[in-house]
């Protein structure tokens, strides 16, 4: 990986160290809301582009972290994969690296897994100037402490992300979205039912009195769970609209919910046991992953979001608007001194992304 994209950056980050001057990693910008604010000289990876290598039989894309999101989706689409968590895009522009520092995973989550459970290996810039790699480009390569899929959902604290091994997987055959009428008890005890029958389920959505779910996978699976779930048949093209709100965020619950942000409000994002009941929070809710994601649009204060979370068994994150350097739940002192010992590990002057995740960090 040694060109002048990487010596450059390279460059920064040593200059940056003996001034004691903090860089803020930056690619497309689409995810700058997430997280807490960072006070530091924009460190623009976008030059670090381009797919390394590709093998669609190995179901394995090695890809440099300043690359579009957009454009790896499209060269795995032509042959016929995907990257099966649906990262969320937001907005145009997305970079490949930006998807695993953030972490974040869309409607299929519950059935597929995370970003961190497809990233086997990656390239790192540590906060010494170092190149440093991880893990490889299959499992079997995986042993000891797996730092490759730690720096997903890192937030770029540990360092800069140059180039990544992800597992791709063919796109599913078939799929077929139903809707039904439940409010939201009924929704979540139906939710949870399901979930425990060999149904290809492959994501779910609940707002406003009704439940959407999508069918994914063999022709024969797909068409046999459709004939014993029953529901209302939305049309594929309609569906294929709907989820892509869902993944990025344009559905009409986000829209109001960036509307409601501007205005003071909070877009809450709650993790919590798939069994937990209906939490009883002011504001709208919509829930996806089987119940185990709920988002809450309200201006009830942080301590009473975080209470209710964490008595359901999960916690809260202020994922759009709320405090600054307020956006992920305290954790307990014993995490906090591991999160230290890995920031003092790869970055011990402390100059990427500082207070990104946590103001001490």
Known sequence: MADAALDAIVDRVRAARADKTPLAITGGGTKAFYGGPVTGAPLDVRPLAGISSYEPSELVVTVRAGTPLAELEAALAEKGQCLPFEPPRFAAGGTVGGMVAAGLSGPARPAVGGVRDYVLGATLLNGKAEVVSFGGQVMKNVAGYDVSRLLAGSMGLLGVLCEVSLKVLPQPVAAATLRFELDEAAALRQLNTWGGQPLPLSASAWWDGMLVLRLAGAAAAVQSAKRALGGEVIDAALAA???QGMRDQTDEFFVGAAKAVQGGATLWRLAVPQTAPPLGLP?????????????????????ALRDVAARAGGHATAFRGGAPGDAFAPVAPALMTIHRGLKHAFDPDRIFNPGRLYPEL
């Not at 504001?283 to 301590?303: F, I």
């Open 241 to 243: 609209g709907f989820w």
């Open 283 to 303: 504001g709208e809710q919509l829930l996806e992953w089987g119940g185990a994601q709920r988002w809450v649009v309200t201006s009830a204060p942080a301590p």
